[in-house]
């Protein structure tokens, strides 16, 4: 963490207080301190440090004092009240003397490495060399957290002919030698790392291990550097293919209002059908609204005298609830691939065939992908306001139980009511978007949907319109569901008229879109490029997918702007030593982190379709890397993938940890990650002090860290389609 802290370059940032003048001879820098005062009246320092609390770190330098004195070395908040790390007195002589401390960080804030040098009865010159502040292991790694590896690799495995690279955990200052080896233990290949240093993130010393030009292909590889070893890893198997099927098919044992049997699941995921109203459930075949004094609070004067029968769809998360602002962007980024299909492989990619999924509609004359996103769209339509209702065309926000349910909780035994949410601005116009989205693709399969899905858009549209101002309430977290509240709602209004646009080539869409903010707007960023709050990225990726509707100049504009987005997520992935393509906050990794840099992974693959620039295929590919174990817990985070995968994510019924009855969750299921914002009990008690990288535990109750959700899964298959196609 210290700049050339043996003092060769002039490069090291070290500066002087009032009296003390500095000089850099023959690699060392010498302080001349004038003679007086306390301790804390001649100081020398850098600042400029980032610490972890709770993670060890190792100071050395070498003090040589003449004639000899005391120096007090502290590292501290680089400010008021200079909170202290480390303090330790030097006895330092003419000759030198070494100093070695190792310390543990006590909070966040920019910190310091002081010297106090006053106090002495005599001029002096204080000289300094080979000053190191290094991380000692990766924090966040005590029992109940999955234990930090040394040697990180792709645990699911690289491409024969994409990048390979791996992350050591070293604090070596220089190259350390590094073998790739055979599945029978034969060197393949053999190298030496580059070192980095401190990388925050992940509060470690760093080195990173390129063996790219390795082009044997097989199973059982390993990577051995400084004495370790990684997990294994294939080179050149058919990967995302296989993951591409367990994505999707995740999502079939998604689905509320149908049993999941033998006909398409394994025996350990089977289950009675959900949300029907057979005893102890209430169902979700005739809803009301909510009601009473919690109705009142949260959305005063409303009511409605209907009743819906809002069954189907998919359950969002590891809860039972089902909310339309996920759900549509979820639905929306499944047809994504299936348009990409269908452009990019001229029909013949697995991803639109009718044989994917493990599902009861194989065989219909009806690509498996549109099947899955069916069963959401019409549920989804089922949440529009009826004809002749105040509010007629709006969408109803979610539907979920009145009062929060415990763990493990099968959805057949629910035994909670269930109510409808008002509808919200936010849930409308993403409606409209998907619903718009569909119309289009079931076109050349079922013209009725896709007529009722087209009308229900228009309608949607026009409503939302004429109620810009129904916000979802951010109060209501503690009654049975999620808030997904959403302030802003011009970014949805954005999707909704580019996706209309796309799907009626109505030039009032296309200059609704244009209207917007966003129209020229950035709407990519390093921290996540696009969520269920924030579409206006993935609007953004549409209309750059079907530019050849656009005007020329338009196209040119949209065009130019995806590719400036990934170019910009290129150069932050090349400045990473995990390959990872997301750059956290201040508060540290975001909730569903993994989904942010999943996210940001699709705009790279968007530049590559829009420019065939081998680039951006290589960094989606080194992207999955972080995903997949090369991270700082040696974890992949994508289940049944790899040596050692998340298992445990937070469910109600993949809930094996809790009741060995229940199964884990299926292939395929993508774990949350780590969030700075330690939310839950479990993230408090095990990940306090936590480097941002570390702040994850595979535990079912973490539901900060390791929650499970449609909106994370559908990325997920989303890249596991353009990873198994492109080439």
């Not at 645990?155 to 073998?179: E, H, L, M, N, W």
């Not at 030496?192 to 010393?205: F, H, S, W």
């Not at 939302?464 to 129904?470: F, G, R, S, V």
Request: glycine residues 12%; contains cysteine.
């Amino acid at each position: 963490m210290i700049a050339d802290g043996g003092f060769e370059t002039g490069g090291d940032g070290f500066w002087t207080g009032d009296g003390v003048t500095a000089e850099r001879r023959g690699g060392r820098l010498c302080l001349m301190v004038p003679a007086g005062g306390q301790p804390w009246d001649r100081l020398a320092g850098v600042n400029g440090l980032l610490l972890s609390p709770g993670q060890s770190y190792r100071l050395a330098l070498t003090l040589a004092s003449e004639p000899a004195g005391a120096v007090r070395v502290r590292v501290q908040r680089d400010g008021e009240p200079y909170t202290t790390h480390m303090e330790v007195p030097v006895d330092a002589l003419p000759g030198g003397v070494l100093v070695e401390e190792t310390f543990r960080a006590v909070e966040r804030q920019p910190a310091q490495l002081l010297l106090q040098l006053g106090g002495q009865g005599a001029d002096r010159t204080v000289c300094l060399d080979d000053v190191s502040l290094t991380a000692s292991k990766p924090a966040g790694t005590a029992d109940g957290v999955t234990s930090a590896k040394a040697v990180l690799v792709n645990q699911a495995g690289y491409f024969a002919d994409g990048p390979k690279r791996a992350t050591i955990v070293s604090d070596a200052a220089g190259p350390i030698p590094f073998r790739v080896l055979s599945a029978d233990g034969a060197v393949v290949s053999e190298g030496k790392t580059t070192p980095v240093g401190l990388d925050r993130n992940a509060g470690a010393a760093v080195h990173v291990a390129d063996f790219s030009g390795v082009s044997d292909k097989g199973d059982g590889f390993r990577l051995e550097a400084g004495g370790q070893t990684s997990a294994a890893f294939g080179i050149g198997a058919p990967l995302y293919g296989r993951l591409r099927i367990d994505a999707l098919s995740w999502f079939t044992l998604q689905r509320s209002g149908i049993a999941i049997d033998a006909s398409f699941a394994d025996p350990a995921y089977q289950r009675a059908a959900g949300h029907l109203g057979l005893s102890p459930n209430k169902g979700d075949t005739d809803v009301g609204c909510l009601t009473g004094g919690v109705a009142q609070s949260l959305y005063g004067d409303w009511r409605c005298d209907y009743r819906l029968d809002v069954s189907g769809g998919w359950y969002d998360a590891g809860d039972q609830g089902k909310y339309v602002v996920t759900g549509a962007l979820s639905v929306a980024q499944m047809m994504s691939a299936f348009e990409r299909g269908m452009a990019h492989g001229g029909g013949a990619s697995p991803v639109v065939s009718d044989t994917l999924g493990r599902m009861p509609e194989n065989g219909n004359s009806v690509p498996d992908i549109l099947d899955e996103a069916r069963w959401e769209l019409e549920f989804l339509l089922k949440m529009q306001v009826p004809d002749g209702q105040p509010l007629a065309g709006m969408v109803h926000h979610k539907v979920h139980d009145v009062a929060w349910t415990g763990l493990p909780m099968l959805p057949a035994d629910d035994p909670q009511e269930r109510a409808l949410h008002r509808p919200s601005t936010a849930a409308t116009y993403d409606f409209a978007a998907a619903a718009a989205m569909g119309a289009r693709v079931f076109a050349d399969y079922d013209a009725d949907f896709a007529g009722e899905l087209r009308d229900a858009a228009l309608t949607a549209y026009a409503a939302a319109e004429a109620h810009p101002d129904l916000r979802a309430p951010s109060s209501d977290g503690l009654q049975g569901g999620g808030d997904y509240s959403d302030e802003t709602v011009t970014d949805e209004a954005y999707w909704a008229a580019a996706e209309l646009f796309i799907t009626t080539g109505e030039d009032r869409f296309l200059e609704a879109a244009k209207a917007s903010p966003f129209w020229a707007g950035s709407v990519f960023s390093p921290g996540g490029s696009y969520d269920w709050a924030n579409v206006a990225g993935f609007a953004r990726l549409q209309l750059a997918a079907h530019g050849d509707q656009l005007p020329a100049g338009d196209r040119r504009a949209v065009t130019a702007s995806v590719v400036a987005g990934a170019r910009d997520l290129l150069a932050l992935q090349e400045a990473d030593a995990f390959g990872q393509v997301y750059q956290p906050g201040g508060a540290g990794y975001s909730w569903g982190s993994n989904h942010a840099m999943l996210q940001n992974m699709t705009v790279l693959a968007a530049a590559f379709d829009l420019t065939e620039d081998p680039r951006y295929l290589a960094a989606v590919r080194q992207g999955m890397d972080y995903i997949f174990g090369r991270n700082v817990l040696g974890l992949s985070y994508v289940t049944g993938y790899g040596e050692t995968f998340a298992r445990n994510q937070h469910s109600r019924w993949y809930a094996h940890q809790l009741d060995q009855g229940l199964p884990s969750p299926p292939a395929g299921t993508l774990a949350g990650g780590p969030n700075g914002t330690l939310l839950d009990d479990v993230a408090k008690e095990k990940l306090e002090g936590c480097a941002p990288q570390a702040c994850y535990i595979d535990d079912i109750m973490s539901w900060g860290t390791n929650e499970m959700a449609i909106n994370w899964n559908a990325p997920l298959f989303w890249l596991a389609s353009f990873l198994a196609d492109a080439r």
